[in-house]
C-alpha cells in the first residue's frame, strides 16, 4: 500500500467522523467510545498496514518438552 493512498485513507476516515459527530445527534459517552473505538482501529490498521502486526489468522503456541 503506498503512502499516498494510506493518507487519503486517513482523510476519509477522519471527514467521516467528523461529519458523524457533527451531524448526528447522540449522547456524548457514545460519541466518545465511537471515537476511541475508530481511533484503535485505525492505529491496529496503521500498524499492520506497515508490518508491525501481522494478522495472519493462525496462532502459534511453542511445545515444552
Given at each position: 500500500?503506498s503512502l499516498?493512498?494510506?493518507?487519503?485513507?486517513?482523510?476519509?476516515?477522519?471527514?467521516?467522523?467528523?461529519?458523524?459527530?457533527?451531524?448526528?445527534?447522540?449522547?456524548?459517552?457514545?460519541?466518545?467510545?465511537?471515537?476511541?473505538?475508530?481511533?484503535?482501529?485505525?492505529?491496529?490498521?496503521?500498524l499492520s498496514?506497515?508490518?508491525?502486526?501481522?494478522?495472519?489468522?493462525?496462532?502459534?503456541?511453542?511445545?515444552?518438552?
Amino acid at each position: 500500500m503506498s503512502l499516498i493512498s494510506l493518507v487519503v485513507t486517513l482523510i476519509i476516515i477522519g471527514v467521516l467522523l467528523w461529519l458523524v459527530n457533527t451531524y448526528i445527534p447522540m449522547d456524548g459517552k457514545i460519541k466518545k467510545i465511537l471515537n476511541i473505538v475508530v481511533f484503535i482501529c485505525v492505529v491496529l490498521w496503521l500498524l499492520s498496514a506497515f508490518g508491525i502486526l501481522n494478522f495472519s489468522g493462525t496462532i502459534q503456541v511453542q511445545r515444552i518438552q
